[in-house]
């Protein structure tokens, strides 16, 4: 085989297509890559005008740089390799291929025609279209939540991500933020400052951070936003980028204030009143002897559960406004503390349980006051004067559940109906009490259910939750 042969042959192996056009774009030569990528043999195209199978939307641009080529001086050696050109082919089939054309500089040596090289790159092409897809659908989904999405490089120099929400909840521009990336620190209140650079830190050290400050000037610093932040880390655990996002909950803040400030009037005002209250009952009994002594018992007791519906009230405002989050609790061994407690203050009543060794729950650590609710109310309210309250603790399949049956007169329907949010709330015009709020708050920000099952001679609630694994 002579060099001209070994040279095709050595052409035909190359995955990519050569082909040899003359200055007016017709094709003299191919190698067999034509036919495995475009499905035509060499001999379908030779002496055709290989430029018309370019789709129309990138025949111009094409021609035009192959014109610039074959009009161009020749270059020098050193002079840069050309961008390749990348544009739609039609296949044999009737398809198009994206194709990267790299044309040479200068005429093939000893002759007016030009070497030029394709590669097939359809694939990175519809996986850049889908990218393309992705990113879009992802800019509509951020373009259409009030929350702050962010990402910084991890040490703060570089904005990867901001959607437009920053702007409305900061009071600040995205172009200043872009422009300098710690801008957004001049609309954070100056008093929580040090808090949000110290918690930037911590993300730059590859800690997660859950954070509330005050942000936007504007309004006087009157927006509170919760912000959470991840580290993205590199296999030795150093972060590369801090994510994450921030919610105006300017809103909650106020409805907490307003319950502290109602709380805090209720507690007050309502037990020194109840407590003079108290004072002027047992003096009236004191002096008024058995004419008045019914009467004055009846105050007394209804004073009394008056001061105990303030002490619920506190519980619940506390359950409603602390950030607790949900923890490991041993509920057997809650459950049997609580029993000790009420049996000792209820000795009339008899307390019977069905325990497990252990049971560990996924709760807010207020869910004791639930339990305690429960047990307490079974008693306070049973029709009986020793009173019998069977407490059990069970695990079925992924949950763990508590029941509590009592020998009260049933739940009102409408109670639970309200509880459950089946009916509304303002329909309720009195209730039982506080009791069965407190219980249904613990176990709702614990994640769990609760169930009501009613009888003619008690009731018996459950309450389900997720096991922690021991």
């Given amino acids: 085989m002579d060099s001209t042969g070994v040279e095709a042959a050595l052409l035909d192996r190359t995955l990519d297509i050569v082909v ?13 890559a034509l036919e495995r990528v475009l499905g035509y043999s060499p001999e379908d195209l030779r002496g ?14 094409v021609e035009s740089v192959f014109q610039g080529l074959v009009d161009a001086e020749p270059q020098a050696d050193d002079e840069p390799v050309p961008t390749p050109t990348e544009f739609r082919y039609r296949a044999a089939d009737g398809s198009w291929v994206w194709l990267a054309a790299q044309m040479s500089m200068e005429p093939a040596l000893g002759s007016d025609e030009y070497v030029v090289t394709c590669r097939d790159i359809s694939a990175r092409r519809d996986a850049e279209a889908t990218q393309r897809r992705i990113h879009r659908r992802f800019l509509a989904i951020t373009e259409h939540t009030n929350d702050v999405l962010w990402m910084f490089s991890a040490d703060w120099d570089e904005v990867l991500f901001i959607n437009s929400a920053y702007e409305e909840v900061w009071g ?28 930037m830190a911590r993300l730059s050290n590859g800690d997660p951070v859950n954070i509330e400050y005050r942000v936007d000037a504007t309004n006087s610093y009157q927006t509170w936003v919760w912000v959470q932040g991840y580290p993205f880390t590199d296999d030795d655990g150093t972060a590369t980028a801090v994510v994450g996002f921030a919610r105006d909950v300017t809103d909650r803040r106020e409805r907490e204030r307003q319950l502290l400030v109602m709380d805090r009037l209720l507690r007050h005002n309502l037990r020194n009143e109840m407590n003079l209250i108290l004072g002027h009952a047992e003096q009236a009994r004191s002096n008024g002897g058995d004419a008045v002594a019914d009467d004055v018992a009846r105050i007394v007791e209804t004073g009394e559960h008056l ?5 619920k009230e506190r519980d619940i405002v506390a359950l409603l406004t602390d950030d607790d989050e949900t923890v490991s609790v041993n509920l057997v061994a809650v459950v049997t503390d609580i029993c000790g407690r009420v049996r000792a203050a209820y000795p009339e009543a008899t307390v019977e349980t069905t325990l497990p060794e252990t049971a560990t729950v996924r709760a807010v650590p207020k869910l004791s006051l639930a339990i305690y609710e429960l047990l307490t109310n079974a008693i306070e309210h049973a029709d009986t004067a020793d009173p019998t309250v069977v407490v059990s603790v069970a695990t079925d399949g992924d949950l763990v559940s508590l029941c509590v049956a009592d020998e009260c007169p049933p739940i009102p329907v ?27 708050w613990a176990v709702d920000r614990s994640g769990g259910e609760l169930e009501f099952r009613t009888a003619d001679k008690g009731n018996t609630i459950s309450v389900s939750l997720d096991p922690v694994d021991e």
Wanted: glycine share 6%; proline share 5%.
């Fill in 20 to 32: 040899v056009l003359d200055a007016s774009g017709r094709l003299q030569y191919a190698n067999s």
């Fill in 48 to 61: 055709q005008d290989a430029l018309e199978l370019i789709h129309p939307d990138e025949r111009p641009r």
């Fill in 172 to 199: 600040r521009t995205v172009a200043d933020l872009e422009a300098d990336p710690t801008d957004f620190l001049r609309g954070v209140h100056p008093a929580d400052r040090d808090d949000v650079a110290e918690a």
């Fill in 307 to 311: 001061l105990r519906t303030v002490d």
């Fill in 414 to 440: 409408q109670e639970i109906r309200v509880l459950r949010g089946e009916r509304d709330v303002r329909s309720v015009y009195h209730g039982s009490g506080l009791g069965l709020w407190l219980v249904y």
